[in-house]
């Protein structure tokens, strides 16, 4: 994981240098709440085209084993209509994350009983507004909807080790959701 943001990283940042100063560093309220330490930045590619790449990861075990562990990276390309860092856009994002989910009786029966580990892969598109507060801080909210690959394998979560099945799924819906709090600088 650590190599795909680096990659990323010496991927787009030329475009910075190339077409302005303007970055932005973020953090998502809706992670947050599920206690997932995340860090977004968010670079200028041109006037109007930005690229932002988020980054989270879960490392804890809550009561009675459940969990929602993960690690994942979202990066997005964004077409402002009026300004960037300013207003509408649309965004195109892409994801990838390696999971180990199970114990979670307040989302299913099924996720109470069993846990899954695997990754997921996949990509969407996505409308947001950002409300700029002051000169470097903002409030963005996004929402986008797309396609992911879960490849996972099975457990019986009673005692989160028997092995079930390998199995995959593919999922259609909602694949990004943030409010975020932004430091711009500029």
Request: aromatic content about 16%.
């Amino acid at each position: 994981m650590k190599r795909l943001l680096f990659i990323l990283f010496i991927l787009f940042a030329p475009f910075t240098v190339t077409y302005g100063q303007t970055a932005a560093v973020k953090s998502n309220l809706l992670y947050d709440l599920t206690s997932t330490i995340n860090l977004g930045v968010e670079f200028s590619l041109s006037r109007k085209v930005t690229l932002d790449i988020s980054g989270n990861y879960n490392p804890w075990v809550f009561n009675n084993d459940a969990k929602i562990k993960h690690i994942g990276v979202q990066p997005e390309l964004r077409y402002w209509f009026c300004e960037k860092f300013n207003g509408h856009f649309l965004g195109l994002h892409g994801h990838y994350a390696a999971y180990n989910v199970g114990g979670l009786s307040f989302l299913s029966d099924n996720m109470e009983k069993y846990r899954y580990e695997g990754d997921l892969w996949g990509g969407g598109i996505s409308y947001g507004y950002q409300w700029p507060l002051s000169t470097h801080w903002s409030i963005e909210a996004v929402i986008g909807a797309g396609y992911a690959r879960l490849n996972h394998d099975k457990y019986v979560c009673e005692n989160c080790g028997e092995w079930i099945k390998k199995d995959s799924k593919d999922y259609f819906g909602v694949t990004k959701a943030a409010i975020s709090i932004i430091y711009v600088i500029k």
